[in-house]
């Protein structure tokens, strides 16, 4: 990892603890804000002393905000200035690196970018009714995320016809139950692993 990227690291870090320091002090703000409100709707009797402290400390957090605010501009322009210098990208089959020719003695950025695959993305299945026995990239109806289907088995009409057959061939020493066990017999309700939003099923006829 280069210098630069340790730095763009070091002032996202920066910023998100400054986001989260900011988001602790609104929360505490509102937190006296309700507290004072719900004081004044109660009729309790003002004591100027848990007035003024009240008072005290809704302005250090006003100012503590405002610090913290100057602080997160300041560095957003130093992150947003890290994002716009020029970076030299190069496949890693052709490692071959081009000198800056304004500066020699500068050491060059060097970025290994990953050629794209050789096989095709996967398909979306949105026709519900086109699914099969195994699970399906779909989108969700419910939720609309994009995901893959969780399958599970049950018993269907096929399974108790395929038992009625086999009993009546003379499978009835416990063959004929051989359908409740297979797969094969049953049908195939596909279902959302996100929300568990049932999304189709699939009967063998």
């Known amino acids: 990892m280069t210098s630069t990227e340790n730095e763009e690291q070091d002032i996202w870090y920066e910023l998100e603890n400054v986001s989260l320091k900011m988001q602790q002090l609104v929360e505490h703000k509102k937190v006296l804000c309700i507290m004072r409100e719900l004081k004044n709707r109660v009729g309790c009797e003002p004591t100027d002393k848990i ?15 405002n610090q913290l605010e100057a602080i997160r ?7 947003d200035k890290q994002i716009q210098k020029p970076k030299k990208v190069s496949f890693s089959e052709e490692c071959n690196v081009l000198p800056d020719s304004s500066d020699e003695s500068s050491t060059p950025q060097i970025f290994f970018v990953e050629p794209p695959p050789n096989f095709p993305a ?11 026995f195994k699970p399906t990239k779909t989108q969700c109806p419910e939720c609309s995320q994009f995901i893959t289907t969780k399958t599970t088995t049950t018993v269907s009409s096929i399974t108790w016809l395929a038992c009625m057959m086999t009993a009546m061939m003379g499978c009835v020493a416990g063959c004929c139950l051989l359908p409740f066990c297979l797969n094969s017999f049953k049908k195939t309700i596909h279902k959302c692993p996100m929300c568990n939003t049932s999304i189709s099923t699939v009967k063998k006829l």
Do not use: A, C, G, M
Not at 122 to 132: E, G, I
């Open 51 to 65: 007035d003024d402290v009240n008072e005290e400390e809704l302005n250090n957090i006003e100012e503590k905000l």
């Open 73 to 79: 501009v300041e560095l957003q322009k130093r992150h």
């Open 122 to 132: 996967p398909t979306v299945l949105l026709d519900y009714n086109s699914f099969q």
